[in-house]
């Protein structure tokens, strides 16, 4: 490792690279998170299927290892997620007899989950995700039909941004979501974020998750996304960034190692990627990958479980990969 030089250093001038995280990766990723990264998200132990399991027992130890390791090692956290329709158990939507619970049962529940959680690690987590994924990616309604939105109604959004800014005005709070630069979800998340920042919502940013592969996004939406969010005056944070080898809907399972023409194709998407962060560095102000290096990635289960992938700038060696050398180099 002594030759390769340090991936985040060599973007530091623009904005910090990230990398997410979980209580094994954080061992076994040691050594590249210490030097090639500056920022880190927890994967699933800040989300509040693994923080507060049952009505107030909180488990805390995951995430709390997060936070040593990035104090101990001078990291940014971004915080990962309060409300989002996956990974919250069903406890938080029912009443004691079973049924669902009131609107002002789930309200109190957000708020105290929230206020728990951004106020145990205030002035250590400087971004939240605050809510995830809550607009439909199809389709002529704008929010996705959830639990949130079924109990509490459709201000469960700004509640929870409210709810965030309380507990530590200082953090900036984002509205996260994936095929976000697709154009139909891009004028649907455009229009949500217009709307709370209209309503004086305490909303400071916009993370754009970047799951992409080799053949989309294209450049242009991915351009026309940035440039559509940051018309809104926020900062865009590059939430989870991977690039699949393969397209969304192709469910081939035949590979056990990219073939040479997805190796060149993944050095040229990449390098095509970070021209383009470059350019807006004055509105994106994080890029954070969705995870370290090959040896561990959740696309190896989704879309296609089981199947192998090789979404990052390090193999499952722990070695930088000629996308790495071709931004480095840049
Ligand atoms: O790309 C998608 C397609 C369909 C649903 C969700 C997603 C992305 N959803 C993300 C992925 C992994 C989880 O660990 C993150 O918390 C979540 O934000």
């Known amino acids: 490792q002594k030759d390769v030089p340090s991936f985040y250093k060599a973007l530091q001038e623009f904005f910090p690279i990230g990398a997410a995280v979980n209580p094994s990766t954080l061992v076994s990723g040691n050594d590249l998170l210490v030097k090639q990264f500056k920022s880190l998200t927890s994967e699933n132990h800040m ?6 399991p049952q009505e107030g027992v909180y488990t805390f130890e995951n995430a709390d290892q997060i936070i040593d390791f990035a104090a101990a090692n001078d990291k940014l956290v971004r915080g990962h997620t309060l409300v989002w329709h996956n990974q919250t158990p069903d406890w938080v939507f029912k009443n004691d007899c079973g049924e669902q619970a009131s609107r002002e ?14 106020g145990r690690y205030k002035g250590k987590i400087h971004a939240w995700d ?42 900036t709070l984002f509205y996260n979501d994936y095929n976000e ?8 998340i455009y229009t949500l974020v217009k709307g709370l920042v209209e309503q004086g919502v305490p909303i400071h940013g916009i993370g ?10 294209s450049l242009d939406d991915i351009r026309c996304a940035i440039e559509r969010y940051a ?12 690039v699949s080898m393969f397209n969304f809907e192709d469910q081939r399972i035949d590979l056990t190692e990219p073939t ?39 696309l190896d289960d989704f879309p296609v479980v089981g199947r192998k992938n090789w979404p990052f700038l390090f193999d499952t060696k722990h070695q930088p990969k000629s996308s790495f050398w071709s931004i480095v180099n840049k």
Request: without cysteine; charged residues 25%.
């Open 260 to 298: 040479e023409e997805m190796v060149a194709l993944h050095q040229q998407r990449y390098e095509q990627f970070f021209s383009i962060f470059k350019e807006y560095k004055e509105v994106i102000s994080n890029v954070t990958f969705w995870g370290i290096a090959d040896d561990y990635t959740w």
């Open 208 to 217: 754009l998750q970047a799951h992409w592969n080799l053949y989309n996004p």
């Open 231 to 242: 018309s809104l005056g926020l900062q865009l944070h590059i939430t989870e960034m991977d």
């Open 130 to 171: 605050v809510v995830n994924e809550a607009v439909t990616d199809s389709g002529p309604d704008l929010l996705r039909d959830s639990k949130w939105l079924q109990t509490i109604g459709e201000d469960y959004i700004s509640k929870a941004f409210h709810f965030a800014h309380m507990a530590d005005p200082d953090a």
């Open 47 to 52: 989300k509040f299927e693994n923080i507060q």
């Open 105 to 118: 049962q789930v309200l109190e529940r957000m708020s105290k989950h929230i206020s728990t959680v951004v």
């Open 181 to 188: 630069s697709n154009p139909e979800k891009r004028e649907k």
